[in-house]
Antibody
Framework: EVQLVESGGGLVQPGGSLRLSCVGSGFTFSNHWMTWIRQAPGKGLEWVAS????????YYVDSVKGRFTVSRDNAKNSLFVQMNSLRVEDTAVYYC????????????WGQGTLVTVSS | DIQLTQSPSFLTASVGDRVAITCRASQGISDYLAWYQQKPGKAPKLLIH???TLQSGVPSRFSGSGSGTEFTLTISYLQPEDFATYYC?????????FGQGTRLEIK
């Protein structure tokens, strides 16, 4: 059974940093693109970033470029996002998701981790 | 960026009804469209990809159609567990974008 489990969320002040993690199991993690998607409270879904299986290629939404860095450790079946210079508008539940192949079809999702940016 | 506009944003229906949700793209995206269902407090679930391909395990009362700029998710014979929020998503080009969502509530 495919499982994705996020961790690392919490309360952080504006301008602060946080690192989220996602551990995958039940599939060959190193074969799949992975992604982060977020959802602000009461709002819709927003794609944040995606990373290639080998980690050499990644993509970001403009609003996080230069502040967020997505990475992975295939030996540990883990996906990360380092979030710096956090803003109030980054407050959201952050989901990691697996891509089916390289297709940007998000076929499995974690349960999400809440990041709250507030003073 | 490719904008996706869903209509309606809010829909009420009864068990047994047939409903349709439309997703319009700001430019042609071929068939690079997926539909997701999200229930309160839960992660989204993939229903349909490539405009009309039903994801494994999804009931056949869900169907998708369309190509280019206009797409439709149809749910025939609504069941109580179908009342949720539905999102379309394009994968034609980065940044990947989602529609604003359609909330389906029981009448």
């Amino acid at each position: 059974e495919v499982q994705l489990v996020e961790s690392g969320g919490g309360l952080v002040q504006p301008g602060g940093s946080l690192r989220l993690s996602c551990v995958g199991s039940g599939f060959t993690f190193s074969n799949h693109w992975m992604t982060w998607i977020r959802q602000a409270p009461g709002k819709g879904l927003e794609w944040v970033a995606s990373i290639k299986p080998g980690g050499s290629e990644n993509y970001y939404v403009d609003s996080v470029k230069g502040r967020f860095t997505v990475s992975r450790d295939n030996a540990k079946n883990s996906l990360f996002v380092q979030m710096n210079s956090l803003r109030v508008e980054d407050t959201a539940v952050y989901y990691c998701a697996r891509l089916a192949g390289s297709s940007s079809i998000f076929d499995y999702w974690g349960q999400g981790t809440l990041v709250t940016v507030s003073s | 960026d490719i904008q996706l506009t869903q209509s309606p944003s809010f829909l009420t229906a009864s068990v047994g009804d047939r409903v349709a949700i439309t997703c319009r793209a700001s430019q042609g995206i071929s068939d690079y469209l997926a539909w997701y269902q999200q229930k309160p407090g839960k992660a989204p679930k993939l229903l349909i990809h490539t405009a009309s391909t039903l994801q494994s395990g999804v009931p056949s009362r869900f169907s998708g159609s369309g190509s280019g700029t206009e797409f439709t998710l149809t749910i025939s014979y609504l069941q109580p567990e179908d009342f949720a929020t539905y999102y379309c998503q394009q994968r034609h080009s980065y940044p990947i974008t989602f529609g604003q969502g359609t909330r389906l509530e029981i009448k």
